[in-house]
């Protein structure tokens, strides 16, 4: 249930200026004064906006490029590596089982595995 409020509504005609409760009869200068500080508050907080705006726009900008510069530390040497890798392996795997006193058949097979992973084939292990 509303209650009815003691304030008296003070009901403005036309022509006459406005009284708010508690205040003095409110002049057409006095209006325009306060509308004046008002709008220069509101200058003043959007300036205010702008400014923050414009430095978590750049906080953005800055994270993407980050962000690109990361993801260029993961894939590159995974790329690099994908590439010169496997010449490097055969190498090794060949001197080691010669030193081991093998046929180098094992670096034959890492060989043919490799060739068939190239060409896109499956390698089935024996």
Do not use: C, W
């Not at 306060?34 to 709008?39: D, E, F």
């Not at 068939?116 to 024996?126: A, E, H, R, S, Y």
Request: charged share 15%; proline share 7%.
């Amino acid at each position: 249930m509303i209650e009815e409020s003691n304030v008296p509504l003070n009901i403005q005609k036309p022509g006459e200026p406005a009284v708010l409760p508690g205040d003095i009869v409110q002049t057409p200068e006095r209006v325009q004064a306060q509308i004046k500080v008002l709008l220069e508050q509101n200058l003043e907080l959007t300036k205010e906006i702008h400014e923050m705006t414009h430095k978590i726009k750049r906080y953005i900008t800055f994270q993407k490029v980050l962000s690109f510069i990361y993801l260029l530390l993961i894939f590159v040497p995974l790329i690099v590596g994908a590439i010169y890798l496997p010449p490097l392996l055969q190498g090794i795997l060949g001197q080691y089982s010669q030193l081991m006193g093998g046929t180098g058949s094992s670096a034959t097979d890492l060989t043919g595995i490799l060739e068939q992973l190239k060409q896109g084939g499956t390698v089935v292990p024996k």
